[in-house]
């Protein structure tokens, strides 16, 4: 924590002015904090005990202070911003709250899925928007975990996509036109935004603004005829019951050939997102009848939701 109250009340922050050895109490829970600093330890307040605290669960690691920092320094000088905010309500603290309507989460360490879903809901019971941006264990590489499945964000211009933020190259990363393809592996396009360099409320609204349409080349696998027939063989849950799915349709996965299996990288599908709340049926059925009119053996050219969209409109709709 880098925000604390005196006894007698005041409220004061560690990076914005220096702290004497004295009682300090949690602004949110009231229970007593110590100051930490030295050499080798950067200034922060830190509970005496967890037990009696419903806000905070557990310490915070260097990595989660550092980003919080950027964030806060960031943010001051364009726009109202708190840092370690109380929301008494949810029982929550917001990392940075911006503006009285927005609260951006730093998370770099697991949580479960039950948790980050109560703690995103509870910022939204209370009318805010909530910001998660991903610490270095839970940067997306090849594979989405299940967690990270709860992290992404969707929007018309840029698909699926996820924050990250790195302290080592001082960027905060967009992954977005987030896909896979039929072996789980993740593909995407990366944005990086220099640490203090622009507006980083504008930054935020990348995602949303017009822009030229993205778009990247995947190539097919001509091998996922025999990868698929190997996963019925030992049985995976999953293609087991995609299996179970087909012979409910009257067909069979292990008759299918290469071009039945097109497209073969798709958007990501999950039964639900804790972050996403709009339906998204429309860009699967136009996603895929764009790839019915644009068969090829090869390559996939991947887009956003919106070209889709543009797509079905123009050459679909009567």
Known sequence: MFVARETKGKIVNVLEEKCEKQD??????????????????????????????????????????????VLYQWLKNETKVQLEYPIHEIKQIADVFVNNNLALEVQCSYLPQEKLKERSEGYRSQGFEVLWLLGKKLWLKERLT???????????????????????????????????????????????????????????RVPFKRQQISNFRVFEDKQICHYIQQQLYYQNPFWMKQQAEAYQKGENLLTFSLKDWYPQVKPILANDFCQISQDLSSYYTNFQTYYQTKMQNDFQNLYPPAFYHQYFRENVVK
Request: aromatic share 18%; net charge positive.
């Open 24 to 69: 300090y109490f949690c602004p949110a829970c009231g229970g007593r904090v110590i100051l930490r600093q030295g050499k080798r330890v950067r200034t922060h307040f830190a509970h005496e005990t967890l037990k009696d605290c419903l806000f905070v669960f557990e310490n915070e690691s260097p990595e989660h202070l550092n980003n919080k920092e």
């Open 146 to 204: 299940p967690l990270q499945y709860h992290f992404l964000y969707f929007s018309q211009n840029m698909g699926f996509y996820a924050w990250e933020l790195d302290q080592d190259k001082q960027v905060l990363r967009l992954k977005y036109l987030l896909h896979q393809d039929l072996r789980g592996k993740l593909y995407y396009k990366i944005k990086e935004f220099a640490f203090y360099k622009g507006s980083l409320l504008e930054i935020f």
